[in-house]
Each structure stands twice: as structure tokens, then as C-alpha cells.
């Protein structure tokens, strides 16, 4: 039997901001070569965003190769080179010119693919898969992620799914994992980890979680909402490693953590606070209930992404538990005190934390994005 030839992929990934970018890309690229044998080489504007994700990585190289992934950095002086089989842009970022005109010139043009946002929205299936024609004779098609079987699906490793499962099944892995980062976990308390951006809302939440008669252990990665808690503290600066106590709240402020462990502290928690897409869709496989701060727009155009998605996943709730979630979303993504969805949001918790696994097993059924991709250009060629 002639051997398959090894499909050469060309990720292109600019950072806009934080790391939700490079969090995809980096994990789409490492799953063509490890599930799909693929040759992937992952161009990236700021190799110090992809190295905070990846600590294995260099910020200074030009050239590295991490998991089987070749990582460029992407210069805005860009040197020639031969264009891949299949070349996704991420995020509608503009690809070099001149490579573009590479692609043009190849005697088999490659597949070409903008990698769109997650969105839940109607109209997603509608455009997933379009081509559009391009002034080089080129044509470049959408390729939408999404919660649909048609749409191009979700990330997620092969191995994601059941791999989370055992991790929770085992009752001493979350221990043992926060132990790892230095964090003793409160027996019987509710775990929560935050990850958002920066927010008013969160001083009534934490107000609240104080306040309450069962113990709250917070847990949060540096980042941008770390701003918003040391005001609440209002005890100067806070550094991963941090311990703070306000009546029947725990702080713990964690080191930004490596993607992979990332996913085990969003598995360890009864709650994940999430933001953004990468960080949203890993709070969904880890089976658990979550609050998701979207990422702002402008003129409020964030809001109809928010709406859809709140109503696919809230399908099948009781009308409490469904207006409870639904009440802490809103509130949180409209800086609204959190006082009483919060309160809500508790007296549904169970309800809501066996949905949070159901979801998870709906939406692990569906093929995923990666499969799907590597699908789309075998039914291409
Ligand atoms: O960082 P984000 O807010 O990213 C984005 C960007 O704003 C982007 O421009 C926008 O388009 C997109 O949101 C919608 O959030 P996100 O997407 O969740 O990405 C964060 C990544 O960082 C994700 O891959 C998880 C990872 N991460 C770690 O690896 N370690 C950590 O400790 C934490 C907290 C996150």
C-alpha cells in the first residue's frame, strides 16, 4: 500500500491580547501531530504570550520545536519560504503578503481556512464551511467552531474526556495536585477557581462568600482580576503564593500555570470562574459547574454570543435552575452585584453541577474541531 504523505500545515497565530490566541492555536497545533500525525509548524507574533502558556518554551527563539509542533516567530519582516498543504489563519489575522502570494504560485494551491471565534449563535452553522474567493484566484474558506453537530465542533484531545473523569473519580488527585502548587485544600470546603477579567462585580461575590456558613477556598491564577481582589483585601500587593483569610473566605493567589495544569485546577474545583474562549470551552469539559466572563465588545455585541450560549446549555434545567444560572452570568457580565444570584445560584447548585456533566458527555459525543478540520481537507483534496 503507497504511503499516506504527511499533510504540512501552516498555523497562524497573532496575539491580540491575553492568551486566548495563542491558547487555541497552540492546542489545536498540538493535536494535529498527536492525534493526527500531521506536520504542523505555528507561526506566532509574540513567543513570550506562547511561553507563558507553554514554561517549556524559549521567548527568544526564533525557532523551537515543543511537542512535536515547529514554533516560529513571526516577524513583521517576513523571509520567504515554501507555504504549507493547509494554512489556517487564526482568528482572521492577515497572513504576509508575500506568503499569500507563495500560495498563489504553488502548482497545488493549498487548503486555505480562517479559524473563526467560538460562538453559539443561529447563524454560525449557516456560514461554517463557506468559501470565499480572494483577488489571488485563491479561495479561502470559514471554518466556525461551534456547539452544533454542523459547525466545525469543539477542541478537545481524544483522551480529554475520560482522562478528567478518572482524575475526579480518584479522591486524592485534586489534593494532591493543589499540594503541587502549594495550596493545602480545606477539608469541606467549596473550591472555586477565578479566572477573569478585571470586574466590579466581584467585590459583592466575594462580600457574599465570605459571609456564607459553609467555607470558600478561592483560587486564583495571576492575572488581570488580581487587581480586583487585592482592593477587596485592601492589603497591598498580592503575589502567587498569597494566603488570605476574610471570615469564611480562603485566598490563595496561584502562579499562571502551565495549560495542562491549567485543566487539572478547573477539574480539582466545585465552581470555575472562566473568561474569554479557550478557558470557557476547558471549564465545559471539566464537568463542573462555571461562570463565564465573556470578552467585552464594543457596542455590546458580546451580549448575543452570551445570550445563545446561555440558551443551548440551559436546555433541560428546572426553571429555578435555569434562571438562577442564567441571573449570576448576567449579572456578572454587567458588573451587577452578585449578592442575591449568588445566594440563587446556591439553592440550585446540585441541579446545576449534575448539568455541568451532562453537558460535558453531550458535547464530548460530537466529533471534535481538530478531527474535523483534518476531515475537511481530506473531503477537499
Ligand atoms: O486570555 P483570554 O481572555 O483570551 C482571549 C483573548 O482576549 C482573545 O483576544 C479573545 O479573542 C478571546 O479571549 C475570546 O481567555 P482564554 O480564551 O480563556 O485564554 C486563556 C488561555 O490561557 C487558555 O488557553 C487557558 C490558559 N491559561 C493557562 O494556561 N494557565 C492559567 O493559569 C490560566 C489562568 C489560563
Redo the contacts with the bound molecule.
Keep these: 500500500m503507497p504511503a499516506v504523505p504527511v499533510v504540512k500545515w501552516d498555523i497562524f497565530c497573532s ?10 492555536t ?2 489545536l497545533a498540538k493535536q494535529l501531530v498527536a492525534e493526527h500525525d500531521q506536520s504542523v509548524r505555528l507561526w506566532v507574533d509574540d513567543v513570550s504570550a506562547f511561553a ?2 507553554c514554561p517549556a518554551a524559549d521567548a527568544q527563539l526564533d525557532h523551537q520545536v515543543q511537542q512535536g509542533v515547529d514554533v516560529y516567530a513571526w516577524h513583521a519582516q517576513w523571509s520567504a519560504i515554501e507555504p504549507g498543504d493547509v494554512v489556517i489563519e487564526g ?1 482572521a489575522c492577515h497572513l504576509p503578503d508575500t506568503y499569500v502570494a507563495a500560495m498563489a504560485a504553488r502548482a497545488r494551491k493549498p487548503l486555505w481556512l480562517n479559524l473563526e ?2 460562538s453559539a449563535e443561529g447563524w454560525v452553522a449557516g456560514c461554517h464551511g463557506l468559501p470565499s474567493m480572494q483577488s489571488n484566484g485563491l479561495q479561502k474558506y470559514f471554518f466556525f467552531p461551534g456547539f452544533t453537530a454542523d459547525t466545525g465542533g469543539l477542541l478537545r484531545e481524544a483522551a480529554l474526556v475520560p482522562e478528567r473523569q478518572a482524575f475526579q473519580a480518584d479522591a486524592a488527585a485534586g489534593g494532591n495536585f493543589l499540594r503541587g502548587l502549594g495550596v493545602e485544600p480545606i477539608a469541606g470546603a467549596r473550591l472555586i477557581s477565578l ?1 477573569a ?1 478585571e470586574n466590579k462585580a466581584l467585590h459583592s461575590w466575594l462580600d457574599a462568600l465570605s459571609a456564607l456558613p459553609q467555607t470558600t477556598q478561592l483560587l486564583v ?3 488581570r482580576i488580581l487587581g480586583d481582589v487585592q482592593a477587596w483585601l485592601g492589603d497591598g500587593k498580592l503575589l502567587a503564593g498569597d494566603c488570605q483569610v476574610r471570615g469564611k473566605l480562603q485566598i490563595n493567589v ?6 495542562s ?2 485543566d487539572r ?1 478547573l477539574w480539582s474545583c466545585d465552581f470555575n470562574a ?9 471549564a465545559q469539559w471539566a464537568g463542573r459547574p462555571m461562570l463565564w466572563h ?2 467585552p465588545q464594543e457596542e455590546g455585541a458580546h451580549w448575543d454570543k452570551l445570550n445563545a450560549f446561555l440558551k443551548l446549555y440551559t436546555e433541560g434545567l428546572s426553571a429555578p435552575a435555569r434562571e438562577a444560572l442564567i441571573s449570576l452570568w448576567r449579572d456578572w457580565n454587567s458588573r451587577q452585584s452578585m449578592t442575591k444570584s449568588w445566594s440563587f445560584w446556591l439553592e440550585n447548585a446540585d441541579e446545576l453541577t449534575i448539568h455541568a456533566e451532562k453537558w460535558c458527555l453531550e458535547q464530548a459525543s460530537c466529533a471534535d474541531l481538530a478531527a474535523a478540520l483534518v476531515q475537511f481537507q481530506q473531503n477537499w483534496i
Excluded: H, K, M
Excluded at 15 to 24: E, K, M, Q
Excluded at 275 to 282: I, M, T, V, Y
Design positions: 496575539v491580540v491580547d491575553n492568551f486566548g490566541d495563542i491558547g487555541v497552540w492546542r507563558r502558556i482568528f471565534y467560538l479566572f477579567y491564577p495571576e492575572g496561584l502562579p499562571f500555570l502551565e495549560q495544569q491549567y485546577l472562566v473568561r474569554g474562549e479557550d478557558s470557557f470551552l476547558r465573556i470578552y
